[in-house]
């Protein structure tokens, strides 16, 4: 079965970077997209991004354009998210979502459990 | 700013159909051809409803329905149960080749 496994919780304090990471498993990791989806504490849902394990590309919202990078390790089936210049309204569950069908497709079915990070100093 | 405005909160009580809209505030959502709709209980990982604006994937409740009219889309529940008490969330795929989502409704049931 499909699993998207997210790395634990973080604390990081502002100014600082924090690299969130997805483990897929259960289907072919090079033929299906991952995005990266924030909630703030009480708020609603943001996209921040894709990348397509094949080859490596992404696209990123403009609102996290020069701050967010997106990788990915083929060896493990793992994607990776990296946010820095963190600040406090960084503070959010992020989550990694898979897209629902191969090569491209315009929704998130399976999920990750989430990732909660606190900017804090 | 979400390019998709929905209302704050929609209530019904059991039995009755609720209809939570979302509007298209910006020209980059393009025509909204890839809408659809995801349910959030909380603490949980958001589920996929809707998509292709009225389609559902395999699985979901036949309660639940999607529509759009002009700039608003809109996801019906019909029969309403306790477990619909949830966060509601249109999104959409841009022309910029982005995904926005839209601002949330908090669905009650009474």
Redesign the interface.
């Known amino acids: 079965q499909v699993q998207l496994v997210q790395s634990g919780a973080e604390v990081k304090k502002p100014g600082a970077s924090v690299k969130v990471s997805c483990k897929a498993s259960g289907y072919t990791f090079t033929n299906y997209y991952i ?1 990266w ?1 924030r909630q703030a504490p009480g708020q ?4 921040m ?2 990348i397509n394990p094949s080859g490596g590309s992404t ?1 990123y ?2 609102k996290f354009q020069g701050r967010v990078t997106m990788t990915r390790d083929t060896s493990t089936s793992t994607v990776y998210m990296e946010l820095s210049s963190l600040r406090s309204e960084d503070t959010a569950m992020y ?1 990694c ?1 898979r897209d ?1 069908l191969p090569n491209g497709d ?4 399976y ?4 990732t909660l990070v606190t900017v804090s100093s | 700013q ?1 390019a998709l405005t929905q209302p704050a909160s929609v209530s019904g009580s059991p039995g009755q159909s609720i209809t939570i809209s979302c509007s298209e505030t910006s020209s980059d959502v393009g025509g909204y051809k ?1 809408v ?1 709709w ?1 349910q ?1 209980h909380p603490g949980k ?4 409803i809707i ?1 292709d604006v009225s389609n559902r ?1 395999s699985g979901v409740s036949n309660r639940f329905s999607g529509s759009k009219s002009g700039s608003t889309a809109s996801l019906t529940i019909s029969g309403l149960q306790a477990d619909d008490e949830a966060d509601y ?1 249109c ?1 959409s ?1 841009t022309i910029t ?8 409704t908090k669905v009650t049931v009474l």
């Open positions: 995005h989806v609603g849902l943001e996209w991004g894709e696209t919202a403009q989550f979502a629902r315009y929704y998130f079915y999920w990750g459990q989430g | 979400s890839y659809s995801y959030q990982a958001p589920k996929l998509l994937p969330y999104s795929y080749r982005t995904h926005v989502f839209g601002t949330g």
